[in-house]
């Protein structure tokens, strides 16, 4: 298979700071990468696309000044919420895809990680 | 009009019963038809994957897509305990984009 993990699983900070997250293709080389949000009892909704030493290309509705994506390897992707607020509070949770990896441009999602902004 | 309607249940099922979860869409150049299982508060699990209409067995699960009707479904035999999740479809167009339903929750009892 392929696996993604995600750091932190869990994050509590106060509002008006600045947390990273960071999602990490472990054994195999993830050209693109997903960031979805999920509030409680609701879908996965996308956030953004990246391409390894691309900028993110993001969603609609998403603002990219306070959710700064870098992917800056074929193995890691991070995601910054800026100045963090209790509306930001979700469950944040990465995926990846790669060349060869699975069919149909398969992609292998992380564990997500619980932000919780007090 | 979402793109992927789910209905997200709670779905309550005794033990060995066939459960039967539906996805409806409305965006006919979708390609791909996927089955996440989700645990709480854990990162979806790929079930199932389909390309074009049709029915895909693996062991107790069977997937079926039928893209006249814009309408899939995944059918669980003998269900079990462990088999209680929230159960999400999903669904790809060419530009790979996962979309997702809201997710069905599934309680098998013992």
């Known amino acids: 298979g392929a696996v993604v993990s995600q750091h932190p699983s869990w994050v509590i900070c106060k509002s008006g700071t600045s947390v990273k997250i960071e999602c990490r293709s472990l054994?195999?080389?993830?050209?693109?990468m997903f960031w979805y949000r999920q509030f409680p009892k609701q879908s996965l909704m996308l956030m953004a696309t990246s391409n390894e030493g691309s900028k993110a290309t993001y969603e609609q509705g998403v603002e990219k000044d306070k959710f700064l994506i870098n992917h800056a390897s074929l193995t890691l992707s991070t995601l910054t919420v800026t100045s963090a607020h209790p509306e930001d509070s979700s469950f944040y949770i990465c995926?990846?895809?790669?060349?060869?990896?699975?069919?149909?441009?398969?992609?292998?999602f992380g564990p997500g990680t619980r932000l919780t902004v007090l | 009009q979402k793109e992927v309607e789910q209905d997200p249940g709670p779905l309550s099922v005794p033990e060995g019963a066939i459960v039967s979860l539906n996805c409806t869409y409305s965006n006919s150049a979708f390609q791909y038809f996927m089955w996440y299982r989700q645990y709480s508060r854990k990162g979806p699990e790929l079930l199932m994957y389909t390309y074009s209409s049709g029915n895909k067995e693996d062991g107790r699960f069977t997937a079926q897509v039928d893209k006249s009707s814009k309408y899939i479904s995944l059918f669980i035999r003998d269900s079990q305990p462990s088999d209680s999740a929230t159960y999400l479809c999903?669904?790809?167009?060419?530009?790979?984009?996962?979309?997702f339903g809201s997710g069905t929750r599934l309680l098998v009892r013992p």
């Open positions: 999903a669904m790809m167009d060419s530009s790979y984009k996962l979309i």
């Open positions: 995926s990846a895809s790669g060349e060869g990896k699975g069919s149909y441009n398969e992609q292998f």
């Open positions: 054994d195999f080389q993830a050209t693109t």
